[in-house]
Nanobody, 123 residues
Framework: QVQLVESRGGLVQPGGSLRLSCAAS????????MGWYRQAPGKQRELVAT???????NYADSEKGRFTISRDNAKNTVYLQMSSLKPEDTAVYYC?????????????????WGQGTQVTVSS
């Protein structure tokens, strides 16, 4: 019932910028950590950035200073602002969220994933 819906990625020129968004919907009690991961062809999925239910953020070293993660708790939405994009940023980007769903006699946290959105950085 709970799902994460990501915005469309797109084709961006090197040095350009792009903002991704991901909205959680469904029967949700609480959203804890949210984040973004990416997977390039032939490589494992890797962490891009995470943000806590508050404002604590974590970035991979290669993205720190170029990417900014933020969230709007009122909209159950997490954002990834990407700047100074490089060809090596090309990947499928996945939204991730640790969510406690509404449940009878339970308050367990589950790990949810978006379906992924393609970001291509190329001239």
């Amino acid at each position: 019932q709970v799902q994460l819906v990501e915005s469309r990625g797109g084709l961006v020129q090197p040095g350009g910028s792009l903002r991704l968004s991901c909205a959680a919907s469904g029967s949700i009690l609480r959203i804890n950590r949210m984040g973004w991961y990416r997977q390039a062809p032939g490589k494992q999925r890797e962490l891009v950035a995470t943000i806590s239910s508050g404002v604590t953020t974590n970035y991979a070293d290669s993205e720190k200073g170029r990417f900014t993660i933020s969230r709007d708790n009122a909209k159950n939405t997490v954002y990834l602002q990407m700047s100074s994009l490089k060809p090596e940023d090309t990947a499928v980007y996945y939204c991730n969220a640790h969510i406690i769903p509404m449940a009878w006699r339970s308050q367990n946290e589950y790990d949810y994933w978006g379906q992924g959105t393609q970001v291509t950085v190329s001239s």
